[in-house]
C-alpha cells in the first residue's frame, strides 16, 4: 500500500493537475491525507485518486471533465462517501471529483411537490430545509448521504416501500457527459413519454457514464398522521409470515423492517432501547389521515396476532419516533459495535416477497453455521434484508469464509428471482454476480457504456464487468 | 397514394420476404388491404410495411429480425395499432412484426402480484383473467391497447396519478434487440440497484431500439372499496383549482378525470349518461379500506365545496362504475361522433400542478378562439389533459388551424415546465417539439440509438429528430 500512496500521478494525471491548479487554487487537493478520506470505508484495494478537485458548480464539472476527457484521464464523481461497494475506488487513478460542496437546494416549489437541489445535497440537510413547510424527502439510506450519489447508486431506504426507490422519485438531473457537455435530462411534469429516458439511464449508472450534478426531485406533504410502533416476535419465521402477508393484502404501510435478535441485541445495547428484548422485531409506519391510520393498524395488528408477533409498543411523540428510526438508521454501526476492530461485509439480497421467508431461513441456518457474528436488518417490505458478516480482516480463513457467506447469500437472492443488489449497487463489490443476474444483458449495458463513454474514462472499472 | 399501395416491395424487402416465407407461411402476408391495415389510424403519410408478419414466439422474431439486420430492411412492431402519433407509419417500408398473436399469459404470481405475459396481450384480456383472483392490473389508456404496445409508448391513462405509468409498473422485460439476439432486463424483485435499467432504457423507446416480446408486471389486489362518484362544476376554474389543491394535500385518490362541457356533452350524447349536465365534470374513484375510503371522500368533498363544485353522485354497484368508466374509456369516440367524417389531432400536454389552471385556461381560450370543435379531456391529477381538435382533413385552411393549435398546446406545456406528450409517445407526431423539450439531451438520445441499433432498422424515422 505505501507505494501507491506516495507514487507520483501518471504523467497524463498530473498534466491535468498542472491544467486545473489556476482553475481550482486550493480547492484541487493532491495530499496523502485528502487522497485516503476519498476512498469507500473498509475497501482492501489500495487504489487512490491521483488528485481530489471540490468543484462549486457545474459548469466548473464540466471544465475539469473537458480537460480530462482531453488527456484519457479517469473521474470518479464522490458524494459523502458512504457507498458500500467499493463504487469510489480510485482502481486506474484519476482524479475524484468531490461534489459535497454543491450542496444549494435551488428552488423548492411547495405547489407542485418538487424540489431543485445540487447533487451535494445530503438528504438530512434537505429534510432540514423542508421542515418548515410542511413537506419531505422520504428516501433514507442508513448512512447521511448526497442526493446525488444516491441517484448514481438508485438508492432507496426505509420508506421505499411506500414512497418508491430514487428511481421512482426523480423527474430529471443535470448531467455532465465523458465529453464535459451539460444536459438536462427528464422535466418537471409527473409523467412523460418524450423520448428515451435518460433520467433513469444515469440513475443507477454509479458515475460510469457521466456525472450528476443536479436534481429535480419529488417531495411529499408530511402526514397528518404519523404512528411508529414496533412489535417483537418468537421467531422470524413468524416475522417473515407476517410481512409477507401484509404485503400481499397492500397494507400501505410507510415502513416495515426487519431486525433479527442479533441486530436488535446490538441496536439496543448501542441506541439504549429500553423495554424491548433482543428477539427478531419489527419496525413499523403509518403515514396518512387519522381514520386510515387506525384502519392500516387494526389490519396489521390482526397480522400481527395470527403469525404469534407480541403487542404494539407506540412511540406517539415526534422525539420518541425520532429516537426509534435513529435507531434503525445506526443499525449499521451497532452492528460494527458488537465486535470492534473487525469488517463487515454486507450483503444486500431482494427477492419476491414469497421467496422472503425461505430465502431469511436458509441464509440465516447458514449464517449461524459459519461461527460468524451477523446481525440481520432489513426493508422486507421490499423483500430486501442486510447481512452484516462481520470478521477479522487480519484472519485470512475468517475472511475466506465470511466472503463464501457473502457470496452464497447473493447467488441464493439471484437463484430465487431476486437480486444480489437491492439497494447498494454493484461498484466493485457485486461484479462477479452480474453474470450470473444479467447474463443475456450485459452486451446491451457494454455497448450503452461505450456510446456514451467511449474513453472509458467515467469511473472505471466498476459496474459492467469486462466481456 | 396509389403509387405507394401497388408498389412492390424494394429488392432487399423482397428478399426478406422470400426469406421468411417457409417459416411463416400465411403468416406473412402482403396484400394491400393488411397492409393498409397496419397504419396507424388517421394517418396521411402515404406508408406502407412491405408485409406484414404474424410471429408466435420469441424465438421467431429473432429469427424475423436477424434476416431483417442481415438485409437492413426496416422492422416496425405492432401491437393494437392504437398509437396516435404515426409510430406505425413505415416510412422507409419494411416489416411490420404484429405481435397480436404473442397472447400468452405465461404466469401470475398471485402470492407476488407480478405476472408475466407476452407482449400481445391486451389490458382487457389481462384483467379478465385476473379478476377471478382478486387482482387487476390499473393502466387503462382508452384503447384496449397490448400491454407491449403500452410500454413502447410509455402509456398511463386514468390510474396513473395512484399507481403509476408503465415506467413504474414493469420489472422487467425480454426483448429482441435490433440484432436478433433475445435478452432478459429486469428481475422480479421489487427493486435492484444492479447495472444499468435496460427495463427502462426500453419502456418509452417505441419500438426503435428493439422488439418487446414479454413483459413482467406489477399487479396490485382489487380494493376492498371501491367508490366511484361524478361531480359537475359551473366552471372549469373551479374545477381545476379543486383538482390542484387535492393532489397538493396529497389525498391518494385512484382516478381524478377532468371532462369538459364540451366532452360531457358528447359523452352524454354517446353514451347515454343519465342526469348529467354538459357541465365541466370530475369523474374521481376513491380505493382503500371503508374507513380510509370515507376519509378521503371527505376531504375530497370538503374541497369541491370549496371550489364551487356541486353534490358527489356515486356510482355504488360494479356494474354502474363500469358504465360510468366505459363512458370516460369512450370519450374519444364519443368526441369524434361530434363531427362524423372530421380527423383529430390529439394533444398531450402535461404540466407541473401548480401550471395546470393557467394552462388549461389559456388553452380553452385558444380553442374557443380558433372556433373549432375541441373537446378538453384529461387526467388532471397527473397534470395531464388531451385536447382533441376536430377538423376536416380535406379543408386545407381548417387542418392548417388546427395544426396551429395542436403546436400552441404542446409548446404552452413544454414552456410551463411540462412535456408535449405525457402518455401517447413522440412518434412523428411530436418530432417537432423534442428541440424545444430536451435539446441538450438529444445528442446522447442519438447516441443510444446508434450504439443499439447500429443500422437503423428499428423503426425508422420516430421519436428523435435528426441532427
Redesign the interface.
Known amino acids: 500500500m505505501t507505494v501507491m500512496l506516495t507514487s507520483p500521478a501518471g504523467m497524463a494525471a498530473q498534466g491535468v493537475i498542472d491544467q486545473l491548479r489556476p482553475m481550482l487554487g486550493d480547492r484541487l487537493v493532491t495530499s496523502n491525507a485528502v487522497r485516503e478520506q476519498h476512498r469507500a470505508e473498509g475497501q482492501v484495494t489500495p487504489a487512490l485518486p491521483d488528485a481530489v478537485a471540490f468543484p462549486t458548480s457545474t459548469e466548473e464539472v464540466a471544465a475539469i471533465v473537458r480537460l480530462c476527457a482531453a488527456a484519457k484521464v479517469p473521474v470518479i464523481p464522490f458524494g459523502a462517501g458512504t457507498s458500500l461497494e467499493g463504487q469510489l475506488e480510485a482502481v486506474r487513478g484519476g482524479i475524484c471529483l468531490d461534489l459535497s460542496r454543491m450542496d444549494r437546494i435551488i428552488a423548492v ?6 424540489c431543485r437541489i445540487e447533487a451535494g445535497v445530503t438528504r438530512e440537510q434537505l429534510n432540514q430545509h423542508l421542515r418548515a413547510q410542511g413537506l419531505f424527502f422520504p428516501l433514507d439510506p442508513g448512512a447521511n448521504a448526497t442526493l446525488g450519489g444516491m441517484a448514481a ?4 431506504g426505509t420508506n ?2 411506500r414512497y ?2 430514487m ?2 422519485v426523480t423527474l430529471g438531473l443535470t448531467v455532465v ?1 465523458p465529453q464535459g ?5 427528464g ?12 433520467t ?2 444515469y ?3 454509479e458515475g460510469t ?1 457521466g456525472v450528476i450534478t443536479e436534481l429535480q426531485l419529488r417531495l ?2 408530511i ?1 397528518e398522521v404519523i404512528a411508529s410502533a414496533v412489535c417483537q416476535f418468537g421467531d422470524l419465521e413468524g416475522l417473515v409470515g407476517a410481512v ?1 402477508v401484509a ?4 397494507i ?1 404501510l410507510a415502513r416495515i423492517e426487519m431486525l433479527d435478535e442479533v441486530q436488535m441485541g446490538a441496536c439496543i445495547a448501542y441506541s439504549k432501547l429500553e423495554g424491548m428484548a433482543a428477539a427478531p422485531t419489527l419496525f413499523l409506519e403509518f403515514h ?5 391510520v ?3 393498524i387494526e ?1 396489521m395488528r390482526g397480522i400481527v396476532e395470527e403469525f404469534g408477533g407480541g403487542s404494539f409498543q407506540f412511540a406517539e411523540a415526534a422525539e420518541d419516533r425520532n429516537r426509534l428510526w435513529k435507531a434503525r438508521h445506526d443499525a449499521y454501526w451497532a452492528a460494527r459495535a458488537l465486535k470492534p476492530g473487525t469488517n463487515s461485509i454486507t450483503t ?1 439480497a ?5 421467496a422472503l421467508a425461505s430465502v431469511v431461513a436458509e441464509t440465516k441456518a447458514e449464517a449461524v453455521a459459519s461461527g460468524l457474528v451477523c446481525p440481520i436488518v432489513g426493508h422486507v417490505g ?3 434484508f442486510h447481512v452484516m458478516i462481520l470478521h477479522d480482516p487480519n484472519d485470512a480463513k475468517e475472511r475466506a469464509k465470511a466472503k463464501a457467506l457473502g457470496a452464497s447469500v447473493a447467488r441464493r ?1 439471484i437463484a430465487a ?10 461498484g466493485l463489490g ?1 461484479l462477479d ?2 453474470r450470473e ?2 447474463g ?6 457494454r ?6 463513454d467511449p474513453n472509458g474514462i467515467m469511473n472505471p472499472g466498476k ?2 464487468p469486462d466481456a
Not at 396518512?288 to 386510515?292: I, L, N, S
Not at 431482494?350 to 414469497?354: A, D, G, L, Q, R
Not at 455497448?447 to 456514451?452: F, G, N, R, S, T
Request: proline share 5%; charged share 20%; hydrophobic share 30%.
Open positions: 416549489n411547495a405547489e407542485d411537490l418538487d447508486t438508485r438508492a432507496s421505499a416501500v418508491g426507490t428511481r421512482e457527459t457537455e451539460v444536459i438536462r435530462t422535466g418537471r411534469a409527473r409523467k412523460s413519454s418524450a423520448g428515451y429516458d435518460l433513469r439511464v440513475i443507477g449508472s457514464l411529499f406533504g402526514p409477507t404485503v400481499q393484502m397492500g400501505p396518512g389521515g387519522p381514520q386510515g387506525t384502519e392500516q389490519q444486500d431482494c427477492v419476491p416477497i414469497s421490499d423483500g430486501n437472492a428471482g431476486g437480486t444480489c443488489t437491492g439497494e447498494h449497487g454493484v457485486k454476480y452480474m443476474e444479467h443475456s444483458a450485459l452486451p446491451v449495458m455497448a450503452l457504456k461505450a456510446a456514451l459496474t459492467i
